[in-house]
Protein backbone atom coordinates (compact mmCIF):
# COMPACT_ATOMS: atom_id res chain seq x y z
CA UNK A 1 0.00 0.00 0.00
CA UNK A 2 1.53 3.38 -1.21
CA UNK A 3 1.82 5.86 1.95
CA UNK A 4 3.23 9.52 1.22
CA UNK A 5 4.65 11.71 3.57
CA UNK A 6 5.59 15.33 3.58
CA UNK A 7 8.21 16.81 6.05
CA UNK A 8 7.77 19.03 7.11
CA UNK A 9 3.93 19.40 8.41
CA UNK A 10 4.38 23.35 8.93
CA UNK A 11 6.60 25.69 8.00
CA UNK A 12 7.41 29.62 8.20
CA UNK A 13 9.74 32.22 7.09
CA UNK A 14 10.03 35.48 5.88
CA UNK A 15 9.49 36.47 2.81
CA UNK A 16 12.27 36.13 0.19
CA UNK A 17 13.42 33.19 1.37
CA UNK A 18 14.33 30.15 -0.89
CA UNK A 19 12.44 27.03 0.75
CA UNK A 20 12.64 23.20 0.36
CA UNK A 21 9.60 20.67 1.00
CA UNK A 22 10.61 17.59 0.80
CA UNK A 23 7.98 14.15 0.15
CA UNK A 24 8.77 10.72 0.12
CA UNK A 25 6.57 7.92 -1.02
CA UNK A 26 7.05 3.90 -0.27
CA UNK A 27 6.25 2.53 -3.82
CA UNK A 28 7.96 3.54 -6.38
CA UNK A 29 5.85 2.05 -8.79
CA UNK A 30 4.47 5.58 -9.58
CA UNK A 31 2.90 6.70 -13.09
CA UNK A 32 3.84 10.58 -11.99
CA UNK A 33 3.89 13.01 -9.12
CA UNK A 34 1.92 15.67 -8.94
CA UNK A 35 2.46 19.22 -6.20
CA UNK A 36 -0.81 20.64 -5.57
CA UNK A 37 -1.71 23.73 -3.74
CA UNK A 38 -4.81 24.47 -1.27
CA UNK A 39 -5.90 27.20 -0.19
CA UNK A 40 -8.80 27.77 2.29
CA UNK A 41 -12.12 27.59 0.67
CA UNK A 42 -10.72 27.62 -3.11
CA UNK A 43 -10.23 23.85 -3.27
CA UNK A 44 -6.63 22.06 -4.87
CA UNK A 45 -4.54 23.60 -7.58
CA UNK A 46 -1.92 21.56 -9.53
CA UNK A 47 1.42 23.01 -9.48
CA UNK A 48 3.84 20.68 -11.10
CA UNK A 49 3.37 17.51 -12.42
CA UNK A 50 6.22 14.91 -13.05
CA UNK A 51 6.02 11.89 -15.26
CA UNK A 52 7.79 8.74 -14.11
CA UNK A 53 10.46 9.12 -16.80
CA UNK A 54 11.18 12.47 -16.00
CA UNK A 55 13.54 14.40 -12.78
CA UNK A 56 12.02 17.61 -12.56
CA UNK A 57 9.73 19.89 -14.07
CA UNK A 58 10.06 24.20 -13.70
CA UNK A 59 7.16 27.13 -13.62
CA UNK A 60 8.38 30.47 -12.63
CA UNK A 61 9.34 30.23 -9.55
CA UNK A 62 8.73 26.45 -8.51
CA UNK A 63 10.98 23.25 -9.25
CA UNK A 64 9.67 20.20 -8.48
CA UNK A 65 12.16 17.36 -8.75
CA UNK A 66 11.62 13.33 -8.59
CA UNK A 67 13.85 10.78 -7.95
CA UNK A 68 11.76 7.52 -8.06
CA UNK A 69 14.33 4.87 -6.74
CA UNK A 70 14.98 6.51 -3.65
CA UNK A 71 10.91 7.30 -3.27
CA UNK A 72 11.44 11.47 -3.12
CA UNK A 73 10.61 14.09 -4.44
CA UNK A 74 11.02 18.10 -3.73
CA UNK A 75 9.58 21.15 -4.34
CA UNK A 76 11.43 24.31 -4.12
CA UNK A 77 9.86 27.91 -4.19
CA UNK A 78 12.18 30.74 -4.91
CA UNK A 79 12.10 33.89 -3.46
CA UNK A 80 9.03 33.13 -1.45
CA UNK A 81 6.17 36.02 -1.45
CA UNK A 82 3.67 36.31 1.33
CA UNK A 83 0.89 35.04 -1.87
CA UNK A 84 2.32 31.74 -1.52
CA UNK A 85 1.10 31.25 2.18
CA UNK A 86 -0.94 27.66 1.66
CA UNK A 87 -1.12 24.10 2.24
CA UNK A 88 1.13 22.01 -0.38
CA UNK A 89 -0.09 18.64 -1.26
CA UNK A 90 2.49 15.46 -2.66
CA UNK A 91 0.67 13.20 -4.46
CA UNK A 92 1.90 9.89 -6.42
CA UNK A 93 -0.07 8.49 -9.03
CA UNK A 94 -0.28 4.78 -9.53
CA UNK A 95 -3.39 3.00 -9.64
CA UNK A 96 -4.60 5.69 -7.43
CA UNK A 97 -3.83 8.70 -6.26
CA UNK A 98 -2.42 8.93 -2.71
CA UNK A 99 -1.82 12.20 -0.89
CA UNK A 100 0.22 13.37 1.23
CA UNK A 101 -0.72 15.19 4.61
CA UNK A 102 0.48 18.50 3.22
CA UNK A 103 3.29 21.02 4.29
CA UNK A 104 1.50 24.55 5.78
CA UNK A 105 3.40 27.32 4.40
CA UNK A 106 3.50 30.82 5.82
CA UNK A 107 5.12 33.05 4.79
CA UNK A 108 5.54 36.05 6.44
CA UNK A 109 5.74 39.85 5.31
CA UNK B 1 -16.40 30.26 -14.34
CA UNK B 2 -15.67 26.67 -16.35
CA UNK B 3 -13.86 25.06 -13.32
CA UNK B 4 -15.58 22.62 -11.49
CA UNK B 5 -18.41 23.36 -9.06
CA UNK B 6 -19.98 21.88 -6.15
CA UNK B 7 -22.75 22.79 -3.61
CA UNK B 8 -22.96 23.66 -1.22
CA UNK B 9 -20.36 24.97 -0.13
CA UNK B 10 -20.79 24.58 3.65
CA UNK B 11 -23.58 22.14 5.41
CA UNK B 12 -24.34 21.71 8.69
CA UNK B 13 -26.60 19.18 10.04
CA UNK B 14 -27.48 17.06 13.05
CA UNK B 15 -26.24 13.23 13.72
CA UNK B 16 -28.57 11.14 11.84
CA UNK B 17 -29.87 13.29 9.37
CA UNK B 18 -29.24 12.60 5.55
CA UNK B 19 -27.39 14.73 3.29
CA UNK B 20 -26.63 15.14 -0.65
CA UNK B 21 -24.00 17.13 -2.33
CA UNK B 22 -23.55 17.91 -5.86
CA UNK B 23 -20.82 18.25 -7.83
CA UNK B 24 -20.77 19.63 -11.45
CA UNK B 25 -17.50 18.99 -13.67
CA UNK B 26 -15.61 20.42 -15.84
CA UNK B 27 -17.97 19.94 -19.28
CA UNK B 28 -16.02 17.87 -21.61
CA UNK B 29 -14.56 15.67 -18.60
CA UNK B 30 -15.95 12.34 -18.81
CA UNK B 31 -13.76 11.43 -15.33
CA UNK B 32 -15.20 12.32 -11.93
CA UNK B 33 -13.87 11.53 -8.49
CA UNK B 34 -15.14 11.85 -5.11
CA UNK B 35 -12.42 12.60 -1.93
CA UNK B 36 -12.82 13.27 1.91
CA UNK B 37 -10.60 15.22 3.81
CA UNK B 38 -10.27 15.31 7.24
CA UNK B 39 -9.13 18.32 9.48
CA UNK B 40 -4.83 17.85 9.39
CA UNK B 41 -4.90 15.04 6.45
CA UNK B 42 -4.80 14.99 2.46
CA UNK B 43 -7.89 14.34 0.71
CA UNK B 44 -8.58 10.10 0.17
CA UNK B 45 -10.75 8.95 -2.23
CA UNK B 46 -13.81 7.63 -2.01
CA UNK B 47 -15.10 7.10 -5.96
CA UNK B 48 -14.49 7.57 -9.27
CA UNK B 49 -16.84 7.42 -12.51
CA UNK B 50 -16.11 7.39 -16.01
CA UNK B 51 -19.09 8.81 -17.35
CA UNK B 52 -22.19 6.93 -15.77
CA UNK B 53 -20.34 4.33 -14.37
CA UNK B 54 -18.85 4.10 -11.21
CA UNK B 55 -16.11 2.02 -11.31
CA UNK B 56 -14.42 1.95 -8.40
CA UNK B 57 -15.27 2.30 -4.50
CA UNK B 58 -13.36 2.65 -1.58
CA UNK B 59 -13.74 0.93 1.56
CA UNK B 60 -13.93 4.23 3.03
CA UNK B 61 -17.47 4.15 1.41
CA UNK B 62 -19.48 2.71 3.86
CA UNK B 63 -22.82 1.12 2.94
CA UNK B 64 -24.38 4.66 4.37
CA UNK B 65 -22.40 6.78 1.79
CA UNK B 66 -24.10 6.44 -2.04
CA UNK B 67 -23.24 8.16 -4.73
CA UNK B 68 -24.53 8.50 -8.60
CA UNK B 69 -23.29 10.20 -11.52
CA UNK B 70 -26.84 9.88 -13.84
CA UNK B 71 -26.30 11.00 -17.17
CA UNK B 72 -22.60 11.61 -16.81
CA UNK B 73 -22.31 15.08 -16.20
CA UNK B 74 -23.54 15.89 -12.56
CA UNK B 75 -22.97 13.97 -9.47
CA UNK B 76 -24.49 13.74 -5.95
CA UNK B 77 -22.56 12.29 -3.52
CA UNK B 78 -25.57 11.04 -0.58
CA UNK B 79 -24.93 10.89 3.63
CA UNK B 80 -27.41 8.61 5.03
CA UNK B 81 -27.54 8.75 9.29
CA UNK B 82 -25.00 11.23 9.18
CA UNK B 83 -22.93 10.82 12.13
CA UNK B 84 -19.62 13.15 13.79
CA UNK B 85 -17.11 11.20 12.30
CA UNK B 86 -18.46 11.56 8.73
CA UNK B 87 -17.58 15.48 9.74
CA UNK B 88 -15.07 16.64 6.86
CA UNK B 89 -14.62 18.32 3.47
CA UNK B 90 -15.85 16.61 0.29
CA UNK B 91 -13.69 16.95 -2.58
CA UNK B 92 -15.30 16.36 -6.08
CA UNK B 93 -12.87 16.09 -9.25
CA UNK B 94 -12.95 15.85 -12.62
CA UNK B 95 -10.39 14.55 -15.76
CA UNK B 96 -10.41 14.38 -19.11
CA UNK B 97 -7.68 11.79 -19.09
CA UNK B 98 -5.51 9.70 -16.15
CA UNK B 99 -2.69 12.52 -16.20
CA UNK B 100 -4.55 14.86 -13.59
CA UNK B 101 -7.67 15.95 -11.86
CA UNK B 102 -9.08 19.30 -11.32
CA UNK B 103 -10.81 19.93 -7.95
CA UNK B 104 -14.08 21.91 -7.15
CA UNK B 105 -13.78 24.08 -3.95
CA UNK B 106 -15.24 21.51 -1.67
CA UNK B 107 -18.07 20.92 0.33
CA UNK B 108 -17.44 21.18 3.98
CA UNK B 109 -19.81 19.02 6.49
CA UNK B 110 -20.13 19.32 10.05
CA UNK B 111 -22.29 16.63 11.81
CA UNK B 112 -23.81 18.01 15.36
Known amino acids: KQEVTQIPAALSVPEGENLVLNCSFTDSAIYNLQWFRQDPGKGLTSLLLIQSSQREQTSGRLNASLDKSSGRSTLYIAASQPGDSATYLC????????FGAGTILRVKS | DTGVSQNPRHKITKRGQNVTFRCDPI?????LYWYRQTLGQGPEFLTY????????KSRLLSDRFSAERPKGSFSTLEIQRTEQGDSAMYLC??????????FGPGTRLLVL
Open chain 1, 91 to 98: VSRGNKLV
Open chain 2, 27 to 31: SEHNR
Open chain 2, 49 to 56: FQNEAQLE
Open chain 2, 93 to 102: ASSPDLLTQY
